[in-house]
């Protein structure tokens, strides 16, 4: 059996970043990642990753990787707005209203580059990423009698580890196994993944040039379109007139769940189930684009970019964290413990500073002080998420066009997320409901109140 101090299972960023992190620190880590095809990435495997919308300002002070560091063809190209748009209203935001060290609103960046960037960063700082390996299982001894953690693997072959950090994505394919050894119930009771995470789908296009210069420095969202909890398309724009176009929703949603389909521009009446994501995608370019444009012929998809063919397919965690079992030498990292979050569409930021925290207490040999640590970081953006998706629960088409008349009014006197702190009594009742409502809703998950399986649940 080999043995590392620190074993990974799961190269995306918060494994790269663990891995990082515990070798610069001075340990021996081993990265475990299985590895898949890319269009994007030819030449050889890597994380099942997906590109997220991208990172704004202040996620790159979270995120603790500045774009300097990264190599040139990262960053495809900087973002200077987010456009929330519903059935009849919208609303522009050109700050995040978050003091950071970076100057732009954000940037966009190609994933497969990115993961690949965090590869080279973790092995230079002397971390062993092993690609194509798959892990069947953990198992642990706490007798003291030698490594804590056995890493088996579908090889056979096994890997021994005093600390073992969890970043195997939201799907948890091994995170829930090994949870499941301290937990009095099921974990599936809690973590089912068609419960806790959102399905996505996205495309690469290519746009026409007039079209790419009006979405040009936009990520741009469409609320109130498609029925669901934190359901939505976006286009994102990359370069060289590619955008990617794409949506997410909750898992295994049906049409007879949905009150008032017809109040949503993107179903149609003689609908008899949801969409497939290719279908709302083709929805949302005829009714934006369609009366100027032949959206096939116009739009093509970009085949050698995304997964495959230009599209890809993944899933993305909901947005209720975890804590981990510290006492048993466990960190569960990134979108496995749920940092990541389907309201804002993505959380590279989140599960590289997760991920980071992980490695770092991992080589120094006590991880006792990670859900700590890990509320300290990233604890203000998870709260903001879980409040903001909390609040808009429930919302219908109409609630969607109220909300974003009522925060355009709010905007006058203050930036970006600053609208909900506001006390811009001119902005009427309805601003005070909408940053009252917000401010309770916050208020009830205070204190770490957000996580949805807590620490004092784990026993050894």
């Not at 003091?99 to 580059?113: I, K, L």
């Not at 996205?202 to 040009?216: S, T």
């Not at 769940?257 to 005829?286: K, S, W």
């Amino acid at each position: 059996m080999e043995r590392f101090d620190v074993a990974v299972v799961g190269g995306g960023p918060a494994g790269s970043a663990a891995g990082h992190a515990a070798a610069s620190a001075g340990a021996s880590a081993v990265v475990l990642e299985k590895g898949v095809p890319r269009a994007d990435r030819p030449d050889r495997l890597g994380p099942d990753s997906t590109d997220a919308a991208g990172i704004l300002d202040y996620w790159v002070d979270i995120m603790g990787i500045h774009p300097d560091e990264m190599p040139d063809d990262v960053v495809l190209g900087e973002l200077d707005r987010a456009e929330f748009i519903g059935p009849n209203e919208s609303i522009t935001l050109r700050s995040t209203g978050i003091e950071s060290s970076y100057d732009n609103f954000g940037f966009c960046m190609q994933r497969a580059r990115f993961d690949d960037f965090l590869r080279g960063r973790a092995e230079d700082a002397g971390a062993s990423y092993r690609v194509g390996v798959s892990v069947r299982g953990v198992e642990s001894d706490h007798s003291g009698g030698g490594p804590r953690h056995c890493v088996e693997l579908a090889s056979g072959d096994a890997i021994g580890a005093d600390f073992l950090i969890l970043a195997d994505g939201p799907q948890r394919q091994v995170t829930t196994g090994v949870l499941d050894e301290y937990l009095s119930f099921d974990v599936t009771e809690r973590l089912s993944t068609r419960q806790t995470n959102h399905i996505a789908y996205q495309e690469h296009r290519r746009l026409p040039d007039e079209v790419f210069e009006e979405v040009a420095g936009a990520i741009k969202f469409w609320w109130g379109y498609m029925p669901g909890h934190t359901a939505y398309p976006w286009i994102f724009p990359n370069d060289d007139n590619v955008a990617r176009i794409g949506l997410t929703m909750p898992i295994g949603m049906e049409l007879d769940d949905v009150a008032n389909p017809e109040d949503y521009p993107l179903l149609d009446p003689d609908d008899d189930r949801i969409p497939q994501g290719r279908e709302y995608i083709r929805r949302l370019l005829e009714r934006e684009y369609g009366d100027e444009y032949d959206i096939e012929e116009d739009f093509p998809l970009v085949e050698d970019r995304g997964k495959s063919g230009g599209t890809e397919t993944y899933a993305i965690s909901s947005t209720r964290p975890i804590d981990s079992p510290t006492d048993a030498g466990i960190a569960v990292v990134g979108g496995a413990m749920g940092s990541t979050s389907a309201f804002h569409e993505g959380g590279d930021h989140t599960a590289v500073r997760t991920g980071a925290i992980a490695g770092e207490l991992a080589a120094a040999g006590d991880l006792s002080p990670y859900n700590d640590r890990w509320k300290d970081a990233i604890g203000d953006e998870i709260l903001r998420n879980v409040a903001m998706a909390d609040v808009v629960h429930d919302y219908a088409p109409d609630d969607w066009d109220w909300a974003f008349s009522t925060a355009r009014k709010l905007l006058d006197n203050s930036e970006g997320y600053g609208l909900f702190d506001t006390s811009n009594i001119s902005a009427g009742f309805s601003a005070a409901r909408l940053v009252t409502t917000y401010k309770r809703t916050k208020f009830s998950f205070r204190n770490g109140k957000y996580v949805q399986l807590s620490e004092s649940e784990y026993a050894l």
